[in-house]
């Protein structure tokens, strides 16, 4: 049995099985590249997820990083630390908001900007019993309240009850949201972009009506940008391509650029009117450790001019795409916007993606029919070309 093998074994033997892992285990990066603990080499495609959005084996990172280290890790919020104050600055900076709270994941950035909501509703009208209107075919992570608003069945039921007064809407239709807003909505939740979900970019007309709504009846816009903020679609956040401003927006993945982090932010209105000291906390969260990632982060995104790079190489993935999208019978459709795009088959694409990992490129779906292309936002034209190489030899 080969080493990779057992490796294999010995996780299925230990950890609960709440993934369906594809058959590789890796053991380190550079660059766009991944490498298994074989040696074999796989062009990324994917980034963690999103995450790892400037490359693996990035040396001014893991140097940042390990000063940090070395330097604290961990003082509590009960005290003031310099690296998170640097990156609560950054981070205010390219998303125009005025306030942030620091978590060490995205499911926990949903939960702080769902209590943030409903303190806002109460302290506006004193009703325990608001609403919130999220979107079908969303995805906002799995604790019980990001759990609460994910719009796909199949993940809420087994857990019910979820946490109450939620009701889906159908994304990029307006009239579907109009229907269900009354004087218990206290907020609308959404994806700029969806992604889990397969891939759905907001419309620019519905985004704006949706804006339109909560000004005229004082509910909030949550913009939920964990997987499409961060640069992903050209802009730092997808929704400054349009000029719709959220009042609470949440962000993580590619944030901490490997380290775990994730926030919500809020504009000072909001802020004045909702949480307070003894209202929400975490131990962890805003750390040095994940304040230092941050920071380093948000240099090497100026340095590097990322989101320039996402704009020409996201076009130029999209030109591609289109292509394949046109030469082959079974492409359903294919859509998205900079580095994050999407190619929805009439099939299943288990099969393909286990092919292309086999030839030594990482994909992965979005839903059973769309395989998604979440690429380090640093790849480059001819990186594009050697995945475009190998996807059409597992079509
Ligand atoms: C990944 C994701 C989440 C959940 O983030 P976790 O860090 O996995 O908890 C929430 N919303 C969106 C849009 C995501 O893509």
Redesign the pocket.
């Known amino acids: 049995m080969s080493q990779m093998q057992e490796y294999i074994n010995e996780a299925e033997a230990a950890l609960l099985h709440t993934y369906n892992r594809y058959q590789v285990v890796f053991d380190h990066g550079e660059g766009v590249h991944l490498y298994d603990i074989e040696g074999k080499s796989y062009l990324d495609f994917v980034s963690g997820?999103?995450v790892f959005a400037l490359g693996y084996g990035n040396k001014e990172y893991n140097d940042a990083v390990k000063a940090q280290v070395d330097k604290i890790l961990h003082t509590s919020n009960y005290y003031y630390n310099v690296p998170a104050i640097e990156a609560a600055k950054a981070v205010k900076k390219i998303s125009g908001m005025d306030r942030i709270f620091f978590t060490n994941?995205?499911?926990?950035?949903?939960e702080g900007a769902i209590k943030a909501a409903r303190k806002y509703g109460y302290l506006k009208d004193g009703r325990t019993d608001h609403e919130i209107i999220a979107m079908e075919h969303?995805?906002?992570?799995?604790?019980m309240g990001?759990l609460s608003i994910t719009g796909k069945r199949a993940y809420r039921d087994p857990f019910e009850p979820m946490i109450g007064n939620i009701r889906f809407a159908e994304y990029n239709d307006i009239d579907s949201v109009k229907a269900l807003v009354n004087d218990k909505t206290c907020a609308i939740i959404m994806?700029t972009v969806?992604?889990?979900g397969g891939i759905y970019p907001a419309q620019e007309t519905f985004l704006k009506e949706v804006r339109a709504i909560c000004d005229e009846k004082d509910i909030l816009l949550i913009l939920?940008?964990?997987?499409?903020g961060m640069g992903r679609t050209g802009e730092y956040y997808a929704w400054q391509r349009f000029g719709v401003k959220p009042d609470i927006l949440?962000t993580?993945?590619a944030l901490g650029g490997g380290v775990?982090v994730?926030a919500f932010l809020m504009t000072e209105k909001v802020a004045q009117n909702s949480l307070v000291a003894g209202d929400h906390g975490t131990t962890y969260g805003g750390n040095p450790l994940a304040g230092a990632a941050i920071v380093e982060v948000m240099r090497q995104f100026e340095e590097k001019k990322v989101l320039e790079n996402v704009r020409r190489v996201g076009a130029y993935l999209y030109e591609k795409l289109d292509e394949i999208a046109a030469s082959h019978a079974d492409v359903v459709e294919h859509r998205g916007v900079g580095l994050m795009q999407g190619l929805e088959f009439e099939h299943p694409v288990a099969e393909i993606i286990n092919k292309a990992l086999d030839k030594g490129l990482v994909l992965i779906n979005a839903g059973t029919n769309i395989i998604r292309f979440l690429p380090p936002l640093v790849i480059t034209e001819a990186d594009v070309d050697a995945m475009l190489q190998i996807l059409k030899e597992c079509l």
């Open positions: 997820i999103g994941s995205g499911a926990e950035a949903i969303s995805f906002h992570g799995r604790t990001a994806e969806q992604g889990e939920d940008e964990i997987q499409c949440t993580a993945k775990p994730g």
